[in-house]
């Protein structure tokens, strides 16, 4: 794998440590890389890979690492890499599936500082950010927030608000969104592409970390949020024309099991006619916990098609990070 430190933003798109009314560079210090390896067998090694490379940001004066959680799902060897070369193996803590946050427990002393986090209250399109990432100054870029808005991903993803940024940070898988006083807003997830003024352009999607405040214990306790976990398909949808469209399927899971086939076009769940990915989504949430049998109804070629999916747990698919 390249090295992630290779590469550097202009200084003309770098922020400006003078300007700024916090230390970047300790702000800096806080950001690790991240490697994990992933068993070529795990559930997660055809979409994701066995070898993913991103960010973490210490959060906690003992050490805590968040990242974002697909980094680190069914990792079996995770690394840290600190600003100064320092190399720390890391235990994968937790992984929430709601927000699609990844906590890890360095095993080791870091002794970093640690960014103190904020809500997003004063967040709206045209606010001034800066993205950092695992790299130093040439890393660090200023950005605007472009959006603040529903984000629903195939994978059966729904945020009620993610923020969008530009201009696009390469390394954002991780990153960290920053205030103008340094505080940390969100975590880097996706690269995407925003309608601007009649075209698309690369953008960041960031999770906001204001969700992580009300399940933080509990993942560092229990190793998870305290809520029923949701139905899980195995069914990676889209929108497409108008329609809500199967483009693939978890092999071996509950739709696979069902007879649902790439290429369908779902109609309704449970009675309930949907055509929105995210309300599609919620509408099989609505139905129950994890295990609860969801009916739905699909198109395929010239017929209908009345289907029961019996849900599970979308954990139990996955291997288990190792005791340390």
Not at 132 to 159: D, K, M, T
């Amino acid at each position: 794998m390249s090295d992630t430190t290779e590469w550097e933003f202009p200084e003309r798109f770098r922020p400006k440590p003078e300007a700024l009314t916090f230390d970047l560079q300790s702000a800096l210090a806080s950001m690790l890389m991240l490697r994990a390896e992933v068993p070529e067998d795990a559930f997660t090694a055809g979409v994701l890979g066995t070898e993913r490379v991103g960010n973490g940001v210490v959060i906690r004066a003992d050490g805590l690492v968040l990242t974002i959680g697909y980094l680190i799902a069914e990792a079996e060897t995770i690394w840290l890499t600190t600003s100064n070369g320092t190399v720390l193996p890391g235990h994968a803590l937790a992984y929430d599936y709601v927000t699609g946050f990844g906590l890890v427990l360095p095993l080791g002393q870091l002794s970093l500082p640690c960014l103190e986090r904020t809500t997003t209250d004063d967040v709206s399109p045209g606010t001034e950010v800066i993205v950092i990432s695992h790299g130093g100054p040439a890393h660090a870029l200023n950005a605007r927030v472009l959006a603040r808005r529903e984000f629903a991903g195939y994978w059966e993803y729904v945020l009620d608000e993610a923020l969008f940024t530009a201009p696009a940070h390469p390394h954002w898988s991780g990153a960290a969104l920053l205030n103008q006083e340094g505080k940390l807003l969100g975590i880097g997830s996706l690269l995407v592409q925003e309608p601007i003024a009649g075209q698309r352009i690369d953008a960041n999607m960031f999770v906001p970390v204001s969700l992580l405040e009300p399940i933080l214990n509990d993942m560092t306790t229990i190793g998870r949020a305290k809520r029923p976990t949701r139905p899980w398909l195995g069914m990676y949808t889209t929108e497409l024309e108008g329609n809500l469209v199967v483009s693939g399927l978890a092999d071996g899971g509950p739709a696979d099991r069902a007879g649902v086939t790439p290429g369908d076009i779902v109609i309704d769940v449970a009675g309930q006619r949907v055509g929105k990915l995210a309300e599609f989504f919620r509408t099989i949430w609505q139905q129950g916990p994890a295990g609860t049998e969801v009916p739905l109804t699909i198109a395929r070629g010239k017929s209908q098609l009345h289907v029961r999916v019996q849900s599970r747990d979308r954990n139990d698919f996955l291997r288990k990070p190792q005791s340390h």
